[in-house]
């Protein structure tokens, strides 16, 4: 398990109120379904921050890598009927390779999270069409293909692909940047 996640669940009580089986108690009684429906329910209705109302979600759809018996299981998952996107991910983690330092691959059940210290970017194969590599790159004003997400979400910002051609030296960049910015 991921030390910052095994970190969190240590504090869950001491730093939101509630056990991580006692949160599951009570969102199962609301009768959520996904990740956003729990965590507006966590934030709005109980001040918990988002990291934490991010990971008691995840715990509770049991959508998390730690959830998942074979994290290769959840990547091969997220490409069902979306294939021909699976380049997309492997030419970045292959760029991703190259840079000075060591990142960790957390596999989600709908994306792949990258993590230094902090989480520096996500990678999405959001439609059949579209694979969407989220930015944390808080701070950075958005132009061009950056385009600028919800001030408070876990991405600032996201570039949106469709051609594996688009993978290029700008796009390559912007990852480094949050790369260096996560060590």
């Known amino acids: ?6 970190t969190m669940l ?18 199962s009684s ?16 109980h001040n918990v921050t988002h990291g934490y109302a991010s990971e008691i979600a995840l715990k509770v759809l049991g959508s998390d890598a730690d959830s998942a018996s074979d994290t290769d299981i959840l990547i091969e998952n997220q490409y069902k009927g979306k294939e021909h ?5 492997e030419k970045l983690i292959a760029e ?5 330092g060591d990142f960790e691959i957390a596999p989600k059940k709908t994306y792949v999270s990258l993590k230094r210290k902090k989480q520096f970017i996500i990678l999405n194969p959001a439609s ?12 950075v004003e958005a ?11 876990i991405c600032s910002h ?7 051609n688009d993978v290029d030296t700008e796009v390559i960049g912007w990852i480094k940047m949050a790369y260096e910015k996560a060590a």
């Not at 398990?1 to 095994?6: I, S």
Request: aromatic residues 10%.
């Open 128 to 139: 059949k069409t579209r694979f969407e590599i989220g930015f944390n790159l808080k701070g």
């Open 30 to 45: 609301q009768g959520f379904s996904k990740h956003g429906e729990i965590v507006k329910f966590l934030k709005e209705k």
């Open 96 to 100: 991703i390779q190259k840079f000075d």
């Open 10 to 27: 240590e504090n869950l009580k001491e730093k939101t109120g509630h056990s991580l089986e006692e949160w599951k108690e009570l969102i």
């Open 1 to 6: 398990m991921d030390k910052t996640v095994l």
């Open 85 to 89: 996107l699976k380049p997309f991910y």
């Open 158 to 164: 996201k570039i949106n692909l469709s051609d594996i």
């Open 143 to 153: 132009k061009d293909r950056l385009v600028a997400e919800k001030p408070d979400g």
